[in-house]
């Protein structure tokens, strides 16, 4: 191996380190306390060496919001290609939507609350967003309907599953009634 190998192989090392340190960081004590002296301080490396990965916070929540992305979409990917049938693909995906939501609320707010720099619906939204949104559309595009452009039922059923995690998680929405709300979503959007 080279030297420049090592190199690089060493700073990818410390860029996942720094990810998954701010990431347990935000989930045990939410964003506020992620600053760039305690993730230096963390991760035993200086805040300049910090600064050579990211220029600052808003980029750590951008490159955990694209590390989320790529795990949502598989997450949805897997439920829905282990179900039977377009309805039971439908429920797998706003199942595990919804679990992926709750189980990293962290990182579910670095995706979708927090400024990370990201482009979303743009030519230069990064790849990882556009196979999130390709992921759900890959299931929900079947179940539109005639005259209903696949990706616009999948934008407002994307919102639905949205407003429902965020509704539950900040306590609007009681968690027991999650199912029901999931089987009332896929019944009267989806058309099997």
Request: proline letters at 4%; glycine letters at 6%; charged letters at 25%.
């Amino acid at each position: 191996m080279s030297v420049q190998e090592r190199k690089e192989r060493e700073r990818a090392h410390r860029e996942r380190l720094i990810l998954a340190t701010a990431r347990e960081l935000a989930e045990q004590q939410g964003w506020d306390a992620v600053t760039t002296r305690r993730l230096a301080e963390r991760i035993e490396y200086s805040q300049p060496v910090l600064y050579s990965h990211f220029r600052g916070k808003r980029e750590i929540i951008g490159a955990v919001a694209l590390e989320g992305a790529a795990e949502m979409a598989a997450a949805v990917r897997t439920a829905a290609s282990a179900a039977d049938g377009p309805r039971a693909r439908v429920t797998a995906l706003a199942r595990a939507y919804l679990d992926y939501a709750a189980r990293n609320p962290a990182v579910y707010d670095a995706m979708f609350q927090l400024d990370g720099g990201l482009a979303f619906a743009k030519a230069d939204t990064p790849e990882p967003l556009k196979d999130a949104f390709a992921a759900l559309l890959e299931s929900l595009g079947e179940v539109a309907g005639d005259g209903v452009h696949p990706a616009l039922f999948t934008e407002v059923f994307w919102a639905a599953l949205h407003g429902l995690a965020t509704l539950t998680r900040v306590g609007r929405l009681p968690p027991e009634d999650t199912e029901a709300r999931v089987e009332l979503l896929v019944d009267r959007l989806a058309v099997l």
